[in-house]
DNA sequence: GTGATGTCAAGAGCAGTGCTCTCGATTCGG
DNA sequence: CCGAATCGAGAGCACTGCTCTTGACATCAC
């Protein structure tokens, strides 16, 4: 990936690598809202244009921080989810919610970002996906696992309208379990960021203090809900 | 409400109500970051500035359209709720959770306002907190009345240290139930946007196609989590 | 080595934004 | 009826993203 062939081709990937850089410490202080290019190229010494032969667009930078962000969190989430128990799965759980929220408090710009409202105008690059399924791989797994070990509670059964969404998140995550098991697993992933965005997003405020014990234990609850025995 | 006394008055409320008008429809087509104030004044035949004479600043005409959102949406769970047999606890949950979808469905732009990233540079106007609240009393509702006619299912214990913030939302919201039943209530509520907020915002893409199938699942699932059986 | 080729930063400029201030005109209240 | 309050218009400031042109530089083939 590094080793660029000639010196151009190397200082213009570091180039892009400091652009990338101001521009995320820009849009952890300011938010997406606030990051601008001429501000980018005013830091760095440079005027705005010549950020273009980097970066075709705005929308374009923002991308590349959004694919960042994404493998900022599913890093996060994977380390947390190596330092548990392997056969402790409600732990892995709860290990890899905290991961996921305490990224959140700490870059909450750029969580805003990932899962807040799509700011640049609605577009959906594609090329986002494989980052953005990081997190997922990781859940899906934890409780592939857990249901290959036989420690799932059973659950009542998945409506045959979903048959297909549910076997195409099977193969999509490399999961070998049943769709009743898949769809509770989602709706844990959903709530997991539903509940991350409500503290984050101000939902919480006057409502929650204790938000950290209200976290976990509302977490337990979700992983009960996807099977995982507390 | 009406009935301003001078003629003054009267066009004066009547060019706000304008003024929030023409804004609410940009912002359902450009979204929240594509409202101009020059834009809505240029529709209005005005110049720019006069539009400083109804709103200080953008940020306060966006303030307008939130609180607006917030009771449209907080009116359309209200009229579902009330449509649905009122003995029926989970159908009145259910219908409320339809409600929410629908209307984020229809006011996808508006929804992110409320729901999504803050965007206008982080700030929590505290006059939206009863707007914001309309949905919440109904849900609050549903439970409340379900737990006086013994229809929710035993759960298990809450944790002590939220008894303070359980006892702020107990009185907030003219709850008569336990803390065990209200957390249960809150993971519900915030599975239930975690879930619209997916899906509006595309985390669904290329994961979930049957989406209202898979609402009504998954809302029904969060419903037997707050102990309302199906 | 030298000349052609491609890449680069810089600058000017366009169209748009939120917002402030001043200046006449209009309207209201006493 | 007259002073005071309110109003719309306009000019202007400091920004923004983005485009186009220009001249300097490095790279590569010969």
Redesign the interface.
Known sequence: MSAGRTARERVRAELIREITEIARRQLATE????LSLRAVAREMGMVSSAIYRYFASRDELLTALIIDGYNAVGEAVERADANAGAADFAGRWLAVCRAVREWALEHPHEY??L????????K?PEDT?PA?MRDTVVLARIIGEAHAAGALEPSGP??P??A??MA??RS?LFMDVPDEVI??G??AW??????V??EL???F??????RA??F???MT??GR?AGLKP
């Open positions: 938010g997406a809202a606030g805003a970002l899962y807040g409202s799509p700011v640049p105008g609605y959906a996906v953005a998945c409506p309208a979903l297909g969404d195409r998140v999509a769809v509770r989602l709706t959903a709530g997991l960021y539903g509940t965005s409500f997003f101000g939902q405020n006057n409502v929650i203090e204790e014990a209200y976990d234990h509302t609850l979700l809900l």
